[in-house]
């Protein structure tokens, strides 16, 4: 249970979904977490601060604020994301609309950059924790950003960006001991989803998608974030780990 003890967190996107799963998970192992999202927290009571991603001030004084609060920030959750196409339905890429694209990019791709942006430059200039590490930040990306998919081209270019961006921070991170790897999800039951299995047969089809037991759950996302948040993953950065039930190994 003490896995993230005395670790200062921050995870985006932290309100649902995947987000409040990795968040309920790392104060159970024992982190101090600190989330963030545009929309409040349902539920108990947490250390939260309203956030938009796109806004590089927001994101600064998010980062600013744990600091502020806790002392340092040791591990960095980019996990604010959206779907367009998931209330839309598949278009081709000649029917995208340009805000279709600028909307999908501007969450996924540029707030992961601005999330990194400022956890690394943080992390970067504070002490190094008892194991010679500076900092963990995690990037959610998706097995459409390991693989292509139809009908969904924003979306899928918005994640193969934060496979981008997952590489080149570890690079730059390095030398300073500060690790960084993303997380790329199969379908996983979550609200961003719902109004894609609306059309019958669909929720069927992908679940057999993926060879090991059909969808995956929030729960599972964040095990794994666990585990790369921690010095279990002493030696692993610039990594893009598939949790996916088996969707890539095929």
Same mark, same amino acid.
């Given at each position: 249970?003490?896995?993230?003890?005395?670790?200062?967190?921050?995870?985006?996107?932290?309100?649902?979904?995947?987000?409040?799963?990795?968040?309920?998970?790392?104060?159970?192992?024992?982190?101090?977490?600190?989330?963030?999202?545009?929309?409040?927290?349902?539920?108990?009571?947490?250390?939260?601060?309203?956030?938009?991603?796109?806004?590089?001030?927001?994101?600064?004084?998010?980062?600013?604020?744990?600091?502020?609060?806790?002392?340092?920030?040791?591990?960095?959750?980019?996990?604010?994301?959206?779907?367009?196409?998931?209330?839309?339905?598949?278009?081709?890429?000649?029917?995208?609309?340009?805000?279709?694209?600028?909307?999908?990019?501007?969450?996924?791709?540029?707030?992961?950059?601005?999330?990194?942006?400022?956890?690394?430059?943080? !992390? =970067?200039?504070?002490?190094?924790?008892?194991? /010679?590490? %500076?900092?963990? @930040?995690?990037? #959610?990306?998706?097995?459409? *950003? &390991?693989?292509?998919?139809?009908?969904?081209?924003?979306?899928?270019?918005?994640?193969?960006?934060?496979?981008?961006?997952?590489?080149?921070?570890?690079?730059?991170?390095?030398?300073?001991?500060?690790?960084?790897?993303?997380?790329?999800?199969?379908?996983?039951?979550?609200? !961003? =989803?719902?109004?894609?299995?609306?059309?019958? /047969?669909? %929720?069927?089809? @992908?679940?057999? #998608?993926?060879?090991?037991? *059909? &969808?995956?759950?929030?729960?599972?996302?964040?095990?794994?974030?666990?585990?790369?948040?921690?010095?279990?993953?002493?030696?692993?950065?610039?990594?893009?780990?598939?949790?996916?039930?088996?969707?890539?190994?095929?």
């Amino acid at each position: 249970m003490n896995r993230l003890q005395q670790k200062v967190a921050i995870i985006t996107g932290a309100s649902s979904g995947i987000g409040q799963a990795i968040a309920d998970a790392f104060m159970y192992k024992g982190a101090t977490v600190m989330r963030a999202d545009r929309n409040d927290p349902v539920g108990p009571r947490y250390i939260f601060q309203k956030t938009d991603v796109t806004s590089a001030e927001q994101v600064k004084r998010l980062i600013e604020g744990a600091v502020r609060s806790f002392g340092r920030l040791d591990i960095m959750v980019n996990c604010a994301g959206i779907a367009v196409e998931a209330s839309t339905g598949d278009i081709p890429v000649w029917d995208v609309e340009e805000s279709t694209w600028d909307a999908n990019m501007s969450v996924n791709a540029k707030g992961v950059f601005l999330g990194c942006k400022y956890a690394a430059a943080q !992390m =970067v200039k504070q002490d190094p924790g008892p194991n /010679g590490d %500076r900092g963990w @930040i995690i990037n #959610l990306g998706s097995v459409v *950003g &390991l693989r292509g998919l139809p009908g969904v081209v924003s979306y899928c270019a918005s994640k193969h960006a934060v496979v981008g961006i997952t590489k080149a921070v570890a690079l730059d991170c390095a030398p300073f001991r500060v690790r960084c790897n993303a997380i790329c999800p199969g379908w996983t039951e979550t609200a !961003m =989803v719902e109004p894609i299995f609306a059309k019958e /047969g669909v %929720r069927a089809a @992908i679940e057999a #998608l993926h060879p090991f037991r *059909g &969808l995956g759950q929030p729960e599972d996302i964040a095990k794994a974030a666990v585990f790369l948040a921690s010095e279990d993953s002493s030696w692993v950065t610039g990594t893009m780990l598939s949790v996916d039930g088996g969707y890539t190994a095929k």
